[in-house]
């Protein structure tokens, strides 16, 4: 069980971290303001 050793342990908890703050910035920066603008966009077509 590699995951009790602490140098695994470490090595999956900064992998760890890293993946969910690149994921992070990915979707306050590409993903939000995409949908953002689909929905601005959206509520714009249909008052008209």
Not at 18 to 28: G, Q, R
Request: charged letters at 10%; proline letters at 6%.
């Amino acid at each position: 069980m590699p995951q009790l050793i602490p140098f695994f342990f470490l090595n999956q908890l900064f992998y760890g971290f890293l993946t969910l703050f690149i994921l992070l910035i990915l979707v306050s920066k590409i993903i939000l303001p995409y949908i953002l603008k689909l929905n601005i966009v959206r509520s714009i077509i249909v008052k008209f």
